[in-house]
Nanobody
Framework: QVQLVESGGGLVQTGGSLRLSCVLS????????MGWFRQAPGKDREFVAA????????YSADSVKGRFTISRDNAKNTVYLQMNSLKPEDTAVYYC????????????????WGQGTQVTVSS
């Protein structure tokens, strides 16, 4: 059974930091590209960041460049999203996604999705 489980969300003040984690089980993690997406109330789900499985190449949305960093630890089957300098507009449910192909992750066509973790940034 394939599972993606996110953790690390919470309530933080503007300017604060959080680190999200997402563990993939049931598949060979190192062969999967991983991504983070977010959805704020009343808005569509949007891409945040992605990382390739084979080469670790990273991509991030312009809105988070310089503040958020995606990374992975293949030994722990885990992808991380380090979020610094958080803003109220970062408030959303954050979802983890996995796919064999990086372009599928980038296109929000992941094979697997987590249940989401809430991030709330207070002003």
């Amino acid at each position: 059974q394939v599972q993606l489980v996110e953790s690390g969300g919470g309530l933080v003040q503007t300017g604060g930091s959080l680190r999200l984690s997402c563990v993939l089980s049931g598949r060979t993690f190192s062969t999967y590209s991983m991504g983070w997406f977010r959805q704020a109330p009343g808005k569509d789900r949007e891409f945040v960041a992605a990382i390739g499985g084979s080469d670790g190449v990273t991509y991030s949305a312009d809105s988070v460049k310089g503040r958020f960093t995606i990374s992975r630890d293949n030994a722990k089957n885990t992808v991380y999203l380090q979020m610094n300098s958080l803003k109220p507009e970062d408030t959303a449910v954050y979802y983890c996604s996995a796919a064999n192909l990086l372009r599928a992750v980038l296109g929000a066509r992941g094979d697997y999705w987590g249940q989401g973790t809430q991030v709330t940034v207070s002003s």
